[in-house]
């Protein structure tokens, strides 16, 4: 069986009571389920992380 690797993925963080209050407001403001506005932002951070040269580009486990 072939599982394809675009599938999204679920991950689990734990963050404080003002952060998560502000991602909620955040989020809300935005329209946005909570989780996708988290998505969003890690996936914003990552992508200006990386074309600054700060972080190395995606690394494939196997």
Known sequence: MVIDSRHPRRISITVNHALYEQLMQASDHQG???????????ETALE?????????GPQRVD
């Open 32 to 42: 946005r389920s909570l989780s996708n506005y988290a998505a969003f932002l890690l």
């Open 48 to 56: 200006r992380s990386l074309r600054v040269g700060g972080a190395r």
